[in-house]
């Protein structure tokens, strides 16, 4: 069929208005918006039937008059930013199932190949408006925030992107968990046991970082995502745990990072401190979270019985660059897969005695389990420090002084010695 043909044929379902008319050749031709090419169209059919041209008249036949409002719908997409901080948007549209059969019939119908949505017509020209009004500009890979238009209700949702900012962290109080733990006896709902908190813990290194950022930018909430994690009962020291802070829809998007490090190191003085290094985005979060880094471990072992500093060192001289066979250990056999996994000691040292103790610093391929590997879990590790010495040992504290990063740049030995020395 021509495209008279098409346009007789088009209007045959009953009038529309210009930008439907355009809409149905919106891939056709460029140069001219969807509402001056329906009505180029009309006036060419008038002319070659020797017929006056006529102007749509009454509610469009496809889209009820919508494209009619994208005036009233800018106004209420900038009504719904009023308030919030934010330099690009993006418009997006549910179509009522309805008003998409209409247009998709008379497509199917005609076997029409070049016509445009009605939803990407309704982005364009609201986000043209709503550019045009708030001087924002539009953006479709990372847009500040997303706004909805709900067709069937005249609403308009605003979806605010979420920020990410990239640090290290500190924990220097121990019994901490990392992130937020729900309550085991409610599952979060709240009950006696948790006091009504729903956690299973008061606090985590999360919520410690997270709630002064969640205050000055006006955010719903914040998730970090470690670079690995430290158990509960250890300290994170020296250079500190890589992370990336998720900042869950914020209505404040300036990230001040001196001002936000000040303001959780404040807040959280003596239990978790931070260096926010610089701003992220979403595609580091994946990268940070499967790299392979290596982590160095200051521990205190007890032992059993007496040795002496030669059998001390002999052990840990077999245990030095050997690949290590460990079974999922008994602790965590509930949760994660169990078999058996290959794992490097890259180094291993005798620092000397504390107290009864052994103090031992351990640098571990990624994936280690250190307290298996002093104790060799009743054999599901091996070797071990405990098979070595011949006799019982534990971990009674243990530390990590070093998470690499190698999404970082690489330190130089002396800041990374200095580093760890600070934190003894």
């Known amino acids: 069929m021509t495209v ?64 009619d409002e994208l005036d009233i719908w800018a106004d209420r997409v900038v009504a719904a930013l009023e308030g919030l901080e934010y330099a690009t948007f ?5 179509v009522p199932p309805l008003l998409a059969e209409c247009e998709e019939m008379v497509w199917s119908d005609l076997s029409l190949t070049h016509a445009e949505p009605m939803k990407s017509e309704m982005n364009r020209e609201v986000g043209k408006r709503v550019s045009a009004r708030t001087g924002r500009l539009v953006d479709f890979q990372h847009p500040d925030v997303v706004v909805l238009l709900e067709i069937s209700s005249g609403t308009v949702e605003v979806q605010r992107s979420p ?18 733990w729900d309550c085991r006896a409610c599952r979060g709902a709240g009950c006696e046991r948790c006091n009504f908190t729903g956690k ?47 900042i869950v829809s914020p209505r404040r998007r300036t990230l001040d990072i001196p001002a936000l490090e000040s303001a959780v190191n404040d807040s959280a003085a003596g239990r978790v401190e931070v260096d926010l290094v610089r701003p992220a985005v979403r595609s580091e979060v994946e990268t940070l979270k499967s790299s392979r880094s290596h982590k160095k471990y200051r521990i205190l072992v007890e032992v059993d019985g007496a040795l002496s500093d030669d059998v001390i060192e002999s052990a840990l001289s077999a245990l030095r660059g050997v690949t290590i066979k460990q079974r999922t250990p008994a602790r965590v056999a509930h949760r994660r897969a169990d078999k058996v996994r290959d794992r490097t000691v890259l180094d291993i040292q005798y620092l000397g005695r504390e107290g009864a103790g052994v103090l031992v610093e351990v640098l571990g391929e990624a994936g280690l389990y250190i307290k298996e590997l002093i104790s060799g879990d009743g054999g599901r590790t091996r070797p071990s420090f ?15 002084v070093l998470v690499q990063d190698p999404t970082e740049e690489e330190n130089d030995g002396t800041s990374q010695r200095s580093a760890e020395e600070d934190a003894v």
Do not use: W
Request: contains cysteine.
């Open 386 to 400: 405990a098979e070595e010495i011949g006799q019982p040992a534990r971990v009674s504290r243990l530390d990590v």
């Open 163 to 180: 920020l990410f900012i990239y640090g290290r962290y500190r924990k220097f109080e121990r019994g901490i968990p990392q992130t937020h």
């Open 4 to 67: 008279s043909e098409d346009v007789d044929a088009i209007l045959a379902f009953g009038d529309c208005c210009d930008a439907c008319l355009g809409r149905f050749f919106g891939k056709r031709s460029h140069g001219l918006s969807n509402v001056e090419r329906g009505r180029s169209l009309r006036i060419a059919r008038a002319i070659e039937r020797h017929e006056p041209y006529t102007p749509p008249a009454g509610d469009c036949c496809v889209c009820s008059g919508l494209l």
């Open 90 to 94: 993006l418009v997006g549209t549910r």
């Open 200 to 246: 299973q813990y008061p606090d985590s290194v999360e919520e410690l970082i997270g709630r002064p950022i969640m205050a000055a930018l006006e955010a719903d909430g914040a998730v970090l995502h470690g670079s690995g994690r430290e158990d509960i009962d250890a300290r994170m020291i020296g250079t500190g745990r890589p992370f990336i802070l998720e």
